[in-house]
C-alpha cells in the first residue's frame, strides 16, 4: 500500500473531490454574462429608437432574438442551466432593456440632453467588443492547454 502524503494528495485533482467542484462553479457564474450586456444595450437602442415600421424593425427584431438564443450554445466549460430557465432569464433582461429604452426616448429633450440618445449605442459598443474579446480568448484558451 502506498503512503500519499498531503502535498501528493492535493496535486491530484481527481482525490479533491470539493475543490475540483469549486473550481468549476467559479466558470458557471460566468455562463453568457457577457452577452447579457450586449443583449441589454441592444435591447435599450432598440427601444430608443422606438417601434416604427419597415425593414430597420425587422432586422432590429431579428438582431435581438439571435442574442436572446445563440449565446446557449456558445463552448462553455460546465454545466448550464436548462434551456426555459436560461431563455426566460434572458427574455425578462431584453424586456427590462426595450422598456428603459422606450422610457429614454420619451425623456430626450424634455428632461435629459439630446446627447444622451447615443448612449445606449456607445455602451452597446464597448460591451459587443468586449464580449467578443471574451469569447475569442475562451477559444483560444481551450486550444493551447495542454
Given at each position: 500500500m502506498q503512503n500519499i502524503?498531503?502535498?501528493a494528495l492535493l496535486a491530484e485533482p481527481s482525490l479533491i473531490g470539493r475543490?475540483?467542484?469549486?473550481?468549476?462553479s467559479e466558470g458557471e457564474r460566468l455562463f453568457g454574462l457577457d452577452t447579457t450586456f450586449v443583449l441589454f444595450f441592444l435591447a435599450m437602442d432598440i427601444g430608443l429608437a422606438g417601434f416604427s415600421s419597415g425593414l430597420d424593425v425587422s432586422i432590429s427584431g431579428m438582431t435581438l432574438a439571435a442574442f436572446l438564443v445563440v449565446p446557449y450554445f456558445l463552448p462553455f466549460f460546465g454545466e448550464r442551466d436548462g434551456f426555459r430557465e436560461w431563455m426566460?432569464?434572458?427574455m425578462v433582461i431584453g424586456a427590462a432593456g426595450l422598456t428603459i429604452g422606450l422610457m429614454l426616448s420619451q425623456a430626450i429633450g424634455v428632461l435629459l440632453p439630446e446627447s444622451f440618445?447615443?448612449?445606449?449605442m456607445t455602451l452597446l459598443i464597448v460591451s459587443a467588443i468586449f464580449s467578443c474579446y471574451l469569447q475569442i480568448y475562451g477559444i483560444i484558451?481551450?486550444?493551447l492547454a495542454r
Open positions: 502524503s498531503n502535498s475543490k475540483f467542484a469549486v473550481v468549476t426566460i432569464g434572458r440618445k447615443f448612449g445606449p484558451r481551450f486550444r
